[in-house]
């Protein structure tokens, strides 16, 4: 990554955090050019801790200070009301925003003509395992979607979108998706307790098959139905678990289900900002 620039970071919660700790130890950003607006003391500590700039508040930060980008990673509902603390960085600065549900119209009615993009991380990325979806408005160039990628990859894989509403059809998917994985995994925990294996040994076998499961599918060069054809023998015991599984699409319909009702909220978030 090229390392040229400042950033600002308004905002250090769980995400913010992420990036922060993905900048320092996997981009190679040094702490001093990165400024943290966070109100919260205990959170603006732990960045302060890492060796980044913190201020309580965005007036405080210095006046010849220039940023090349300023990431916006607050609550949804806050952000109208702290855009215009930033206004002097627009045009300057590429915003990227993190703030679920919030269109890049909020940021341009406030900011006027500047680089925006909205981002959508998923959990993982506080391991640095992420999955990122990206929307770039109109003002982002070629250089500026290079640099936007090196920061948020330093939390994962980032997959740039063609139209803006896809960013809610991907919270869907990625971003609620760890959630629907956890959830997997309480049922087959539940499962294995049912058939007589202790609790620990049940919780410690389903995350650790899930867990090897998903770093198998995303390393291997074979699709996941042919993963699923391969582990599944013959009138074994996996075909007939699948039996179950995959009766009328049971599953598969559940799954759509999910996704379809999480897009539906993302929209109406979307609306609501």
Same mark, same amino acid.
């Given at each position: 990554?090229?390392?040229?620039?400042?950033?600002?970071?308004?905002?250090?919660?769980?995400?913010?955090?992420?990036? @922060?700790?993905?900048?320092?130890?996997?981009?190679?950003? %040094?702490?001093?050019?990165?400024?943290?607006?966070? %109100?919260?003391?205990?959170?603006?500590?732990?960045?302060?801790?890492?060796?980044?700039?913190?201020?309580?508040?965005?007036?405080?930060?210095?006046?010849?200070?220039? %940023?090349?980008?300023?990431?916006?990673?607050? =609550?949804?509902? +806050?952000?109208?009301?702290?855009?215009?603390?930033?206004?002097?960085?627009?045009?300057?600065?590429?915003?990227?925003?993190?703030?679920?549900?919030?269109?890049?119209?909020?940021?341009?009615?406030?900011?006027?003509?500047?680089?925006?993009?909205?981002?959508?991380?998923?959990?993982?990325?506080?391991?640095?395992?992420?999955?990122?979806?990206?929307?770039?408005?109109?003002? +982002?160039?070629?250089?500026?979607?290079?640099?936007?990628?090196? @920061?948020?990859?330093?939390?994962?894989?980032?997959?740039?979108?063609?139209?803006?509403? @896809?960013?809610?059809?991907?919270?869907?998917?990625?971003?609620?998706?760890?959630?629907?994985?956890?959830?997997? +995994?309480?049922?087959?925990?539940?499962?294995?307790?049912?058939?007589?294996?202790?609790?620990?040994?049940?919780?410690?076998?389903? =995350?650790?098959?899930?867990?090897?499961?998903?770093? @198998?599918?995303?390393?291997?060069?074979?699709?996941?139905?042919?993963?699923?054809?391969?582990?599944?023998? %013959?009138?074994?015991?996996?075909?007939?678990?699948?039996?179950?599984?995959?009766?009328?699409?049971?599953?598969?319909?559940?799954? =759509?289900?999910?996704?379809?009702?999480?897009?539906?909220?993302?929209?109406?978030?979307?609306?609501?900002?």
């Amino acid at each position: 990554m090229e390392q040229s620039g400042d950033i600002v970071l308004v905002g250090c919660g769980n995400m913010g955090f992420a990036l @922060l700790e993905g900048w320092l130890e996997r981009a190679g950003i %040094p702490a001093s050019r990165i400024h943290v607006v966070e %109100p919260a003391e205990p959170l603006r500590g732990r960045a302060a801790a890492r060796g980044a700039t913190v201020y309580a508040d965005a007036s405080n930060l210095p006046e010849a200070l220039q %940023p090349r980008a300023v990431i916006v990673a607050v =609550k949804p509902q +806050i952000v109208g009301s702290m855009l215009a603390a930033y206004r002097r960085f627009s045009g300057a600065a590429v915003f990227v925003s993190i703030a679920a549900g919030v269109p890049i119209s909020t940021f341009e009615a406030t900011l006027g003509e500047t680089a925006v993009v909205r981002a959508m991380p998923n959990m993982p990325a506080s391991i640095g395992m992420g999955v990122i979806a990206a929307f770039g408005n109109t003002h +982002i160039d070629d250089v500026r979607a290079a640099y936007v990628t090196d @920061l948020l990859a330093a939390v994962g894989s980032v997959h740039w979108l063609a139209e803006e509403r @896809l960013v809610d059809a991907a919270t869907a998917i990625s971003g609620s998706g760890p959630a629907y994985l956890f959830h997997f +995994i309480e049922c087959l925990t539940d499962a294995g307790i049912a058939v007589g294996l202790p609790a620990e040994t049940a919780h410690a076998l389903a =995350k650790q098959t899930v867990g090897g499961a998903a770093a @198998l599918a995303a390393t291997s060069t074979f699709s996941p139905a042919e993963l699923r054809q391969q582990v599944t023998s %013959p009138n074994g015991t996996t075909a007939a678990a699948l039996e179950v599984l995959m009766a009328d699409s049971d599953l598969a319909d559940l799954v =759509k289900r999910a996704a379809v009702a999480a897009h539906r909220r993302a929209l109406e978030l979307a609306v609501a900002n």
